[in-house]
């Protein structure tokens, strides 16, 4: 089956600093790449989806500068978390849906941000 | 904003029975889908149901569709150690993305 996978795997950053997390289509193109979060014992959210080649959409509550994405390639998004705080500490899970197979979406296995 | 609601929130059975799950939604859809998460993990896709299906089965999975309640319940049966992990269902909202419910907690006992 398609995979996505996710990078890194686990990130700890101190409070101030950017992290980025990458997002990939290993053997499918994507157009679209979807954000979200998860808390502890909580659903996920979406958090936003990113287009290739254009600007990505946020949910409601969601800030944009907060929370950078950039789609550069059919299988590459990143998901920049800026001047991160302990609230940032969260899991984030992309998820990327086939190009050629429209209901098909594949999820990575997230990454585990911890903000201290 | 979520559109599912499941429950329980949380359920613990023994090792053999049978685990069910509810999911309830607001919107029309034209699927829905089950996802499992072990603890700190990423999401693994059970089973999809199109709205005109009313049950589906795979393997110990059974998952059910009732639109005119907008609700799909999810069975399990002859459950296992390995089924402990939280079950959420997930709808397309209308403009095409996906939307997750709270989740159902479940924890085999052995």
């Known amino acids: 089956g398609a995979v996505v996978s996710q990078h890194p795997s686990r990130v700890i950053c101190k409070s101030g600093t950017s992290v980025k997390i990458e997002c990939r289509s290993l053997d499918f193109q994507a157009t679209t790449m979807f954000w979200y979060r998860q808390f502890p014992k909580k659903s996920l959210m979406l958090m936003a989806t990113?287009?290739?080649?254009?600007?990505?959409?946020?949910e409601q509550g969601v800030e944009k500068d907060k929370f950078l994405i950039n789609h550069a390639s059919l299988t590459l998004s990143t998901l920049t978390v800026t001047s991160a705080h302990p609230e940032d500490s969260s899991f984030y899970i992309c998820?990327?849906?086939?190009?050629?197979?429209?209901?098909?979406?594949?999820f990575g296995p997230g990454t585990r941000l911890t903000v201290t | 904003s979520q559109q599912g609601e499941e429950d329980p929130q949380a359920l613990s059975i023994q090792e053999g029975e049978n685990a069910t799950m509810n999911c309830s939604y607001k919107?029309?859809?034209?699927?829905l889908q089950w996802y499992r998460q072990n603890s700190g993990r990423g999401l693994v896709h059970l089973i999809l149901i199109r709205s005109n299906e009313r049950e589906k089965h795979s393997g110990r999975l059974r998952v059910t569709l009732d639109t005119s309640k907008k609700s799909s319940s999810l069975l399990i049966t002859a459950s296992r150690a390995a089924d402990t992990a939280s079950y959420f269902c997930a709808t397309w909202r209308v403009d095409d993305k996906i939307i997750f419910g709270k989740g159902t907690r479940l924890h085999i006992l052995p």
């Open positions: 990113s287009n290739e080649g254009s600007k990505a959409t946020y």
């Open positions: 919107t029309s859809i034209n699927n």
């Open positions: 998820s990327a849906r086939d190009l050629g197979q429209y209901y098909e979406q594949y």
